[in-house]
């Protein structure tokens, strides 16, 4: 924890990190709230989900552009250009008619138009504090972005219930555009720039421990989106018990990260934080009570955070750094394809199988990701992965 305190203390650290999470809250409701605003306009959750498979499919195929525009055209400019043109999408979407030739085009204006404040945030840390804390950097930026998906669906649902559909869909606006232009004023993104990438668009990928990066993360976000369908199943009604099961998930990834997250893990280390992932996912598919089974959804994410920022310090060292905001835009597309892999096989699993098809999904989807660090290196070590 020491780690953590001394890396607030580094000029420009907590003023990045405060604002970027206030910008990025959005994300934690915005397919929340489109799902019910749509929904409640139009009587239809196909079109609902329709829209925010949309917006998914916008930011999977957009961010590694706009994240490698920013090295092109300067930070700032795509930031602000972006949030103006998100804003401006989901009012839109908040007041227009019903109609699915309305709806569908502004889903996909939201999801390539999100800032990509993540993918070039993780590639200016190396130029924000020394190599030896550039693990804890990154670890405190996955630990903290759990707040986002905890907070975000509690503030949709309120504001959604307290005023109207349509509010969420404008505090998210107002929050994009007010959280981009507070990062913007940091002094690290006035004064720190990327430079232009002049590399072919998609070289990076050829690097192994980008590629370990984007499998491996691909199937733990696959692996929890598919629990999170196996819960609410198995709740049925009681759907403040999923929440607070599926929180409690969320939960055990913020402490593993904040215990774990700023080690150096070795490659066996990296493949028993996994484990744990997957061993806690399926103890809560056959635990006799909801106590167990609480217990191991905590377990079930306590390995999520700090697998993820060994992931990402590998893959940011395994490019150059004029590079590296586009490798993280792609690893942002690999973690949207998993959640919609993860949703749809359990969806499916569920249907044909039945509650233990959507566990088991979500089970063997973990060990997949724990086991990818394993067959990665079988031909040769990854290097970054140990430095």
Same mark, same amino acid.
């Given at each position: ?68 525009? &920013? ?106 555009? &007010? ?17 232009? +990438? ?106 999520? &955070? ?25 690893? +942002? ?5 998993? &959640? ?48």
């Amino acid at each position: 924890m020491r780690s953590y305190a001394e890396l607030m203390r580094v000029p420009g650290v907590f003023g990045v990190t405060s604002a970027q999470l206030f910008a990025r809250l959005p994300l934690g409701m915005i397919s929340l709230a489109i799902l019910l605003h749509v929904q409640s306009l139009s009587g239809s959750y196909a079109l609902a989900g329709g829209v925010v498979a949309c917006v998914s499919v916008g930011e999977a195929i957009v961010m590694p552009m706009t994240a490698r525009l &920013a090295g092109a055209m300067g930070i700032r400019t795509v930031l602000l250009a972006t949030a103006i043109i998100n804003a401006a999408a989901m009012v839109m979407l908040a007041f227009v008619p019903p109609h699915p030739g309305l709806l569908v085009p502004l889903g996909l204006i939201v999801g390539a138009s999100i800032p990509p404040i993540m993918p070039v945030l993780r590639a200016l840390y190396p130029q924000m504090v020394r190599a030896d804390s550039l693990r804890a950097l990154f670890a405190l930026d996955t630990t903290a972005q759990e707040i986002i998906w905890i907070v975000g669906p509690v503030v949709a649902t309120l504001l959604t219930s307290a005023i109207s559909t349509a509010i969420p869909l404008v505090a998210s606006a107002f929050v994009t555009i &007010a959280g981009t232009v507070w990062l913007t004023l940091n002094r690290p993104i006035r004064t720190l720039s990327i430079e232009r +990438n002049e590399s072919s668009f998609g070289r990076a990928l050829a690097a192994r421990a980008v590629v370990l990066a984007m499998v491996a993360s691909l199937a733990l976000v696959a692996s929890f989106m598919a629990l999170e369908v196996a819960i609410i199943a198995d709740f049925g009604e009681q759907r403040t018990l999923a929440g607070l099961g599926l929180g409690l998930s969320g939960f055990g990834s913020l402490v593993g990260g904040l215990f774990l997250g700023h080690r150096r893990l070795s490659l066996g280390g990296l493949v028993a934080t996994m484990a744990v992932v997957a061993v806690g996912t399926g103890l809560a598919g056959i635990a006799p009570d909801r106590g167990l089974q609480f217990v191991a959804l905590f377990f079930a994410g306590f390995g999520f &955070a700090p697998a993820m920022s060994t992931l990402y310090v590998a893959a940011s060292r395994a490019v150059k750094p004029e590079a590296a905001s586009e490798v993280f835009g792609w690893l +942002n597309t690999g973690a949207l394809a998993g &959640a919609a892999l993860g949703t749809a096989i359990a969806g499916v699993m569920k249907d044909s199988i039945g509650l233990d098809g959507a566990f088991a999904t979500a089970m063997v989807l973990a060990v997949i990701a724990a086991l990818s660090p394993i067959i990665a290196t079988a031909t040769g070590p990854i290097h970054e992965l140990s430095t």
